[in-house]
């Protein structure tokens, strides 16, 4: 499929409405991947597919026990070139790694295999096969620009990318975005061996601005919101420090979680009515850590900010929207207690939050996902156009990453 990417109004469309950027920004790397993909396959009758990454707008730390979230879809994406094969092998390519096979016959779990890209595309092609849908081959050649450890879900952009080719190439286009979230999700606890929640593949596969209620983890409710808040720029950065040794500073804020709802007879916090928490939290004093009691008072006043966020962001209501990711950032802070690890003694995020709000024009900002160690995610009027300069002096270009929401999750682009 020959195209004339400077001269195809459904190219320059996909730029603006999917990439945020005009078609010069984005040939080079559609003309690098059908080049790739001719070197690694011999043919350039391709289709292009694209996945994005996401950001957590409000609802941190709340979804492992079945609260709320406010979730989007951003403009940096796994962007790939496909075709579809006969022989029932997978093989991906992506930019700067060795090729990845798998036989869609034999999607079989290796321990050798864990924390790898290989055993994301093996457990997406299972959970589908275990599902009774329909899998088969194709040949890919990959490229990405969502930022490994900006915590922006790379891997979940990877695992809906394969789950959308299957979807499209052997499914008709029937599957539901849950569904590809879901395969996605599979993957990476079973194969991949990493426990994560349903947020990151849900806000990829979705697209958009997207409120998800998971007091249901299997049919989570969702109800999605348009963006019009155009004046904004929105910034994750990413503060240094290393993931690596934060595993029980993680494991600590559910199980902590878990812990004050068993006081309620409950084993998640989202089966307790906020009025019963309210009328009874005092009994629980002394029965859990004062940290305990905080994270859980932090799940439960997060989860009404994210509904009010929710209404904030329908209403066009920008001051209140504000207002409200600042306290999310205040309360992750001080109750929630993720912006520092004394295990690490790391204050990069800390120090963060403290220097941003100085920065004219910033207007809101907050921990952005797990915490102790990672990104903040920062709000700025763009009328304010120092902003990135101010950022890039204090960080670093290389850890400022400029985002915009983007409407459509995992999709085939129509070129």
Not at 79 to 105: C, F, H, N, Q, W
Request: charged share 25%; with cysteine.
């Amino acid at each position: 499929m020959a195209i004339d990417f400077l001269t195809n109004e459904k190219f320059e469309k996909a730029c603006k409405d999917v990439f945020h950027a005009c078609k010069n920004e984005e040939i080079s790397r559609f003309e690098e991947l059908i080049g790739m993909h001719k070197s690694t396959f011999n043919t350039e009758d391709v289709e292009f597919f694209s996945s994005p990454g996401r950001i957590e707008i409000v609802g941190n730390h709340t979804d492992h026990n079945g609260g709320k979230v406010l979730c989007a879809a951003i403009n940096f994406d796994t962007l790939a070139s496909v075709s579809k094969r006969t022989d029932g092998i997978i093989e991906v390519k992506s930019k700067g790694y060795p090729m990845l096979r798998v036989d869609v016959e034999h999607p079989d779990f290796a321990v050798s295999e864990i924390g790898t890209s290989l055993a994301l595309i093996k457990g997406v092609v299972d959970y589908f096969k275990r599902s009774g849908k329909k899998v088969g081959g194709f040949s890919a050649c990959m490229t990405s620009n969502v930022p490994k450890g900006s915590g922006v879900s790379s891997s979940s952009s990877f695992e809906l990318a394969i789950a959308e080719i299957l979807n499209v190439f052997y499914n008709d286009s029937s599957l539901d975005p849950v569904f590809k979230a879901k395969a996605s999700q599979y993957a990476e606890n079973t194969f991949f061996g990493k426990p994560c929640g349903l947020m990151d593949q849900s806000a990829i596969a979705l697209g958009g601005v997207d409120f998800i209620d998971f007091a249901s983890f299997d049919e989570p409710i969702i109800e999605k919101a348009h963006w019009n808040f155009d004046d904004l720029d929105i910034y994750v950065i990413a503060t240094g420090g290393d993931h690596s040794d934060l595993t029980d500073d993680y494991a600590a804020i559910p199980q902590e979680m878990k812990e004050v709802a068993s006081l309620f007879g409950a084993k998640l916090l989202h089966e307790i009515p906020r009025d019963k928490w309210e009328r009874d939290k005092n009994n629980i004093v002394g029965k859990v850590s004062e940290r305990a009691y905080l994270r859980a008072e932090h799940f439960f006043e997060e989860n009404a900010r994210v509904e009010n966020a929710l209404k904030a962001v329908k209403n066009g209501n920008e001051d209140e929207f504000l207002s409200i990711v600042n306290e999310s950032g205040l309360s992750s802070r001080y109750k929630l207690q993720n912006t520092y690890s004394p295990a690490s003694r790391n204050h990069n995020l800390e120090n963060a939050l403290d220097r941003v709000v100085k920065i004219e024009g910033v207007v809101a900002s907050r921990v952005h996902g797990g915490g102790f160690a990672g990104t903040i995610l920062v709000f700025a009027k763009k009328s304010e156009t120092g902003v990135d300069n101010a950022l890039e002096i204090m960080f670093g270009t290389e850890n400022v990453f400029k985002l915009a929401i983007r409407d459509s999750g995992a999709t085939k682009l129509d070129l």
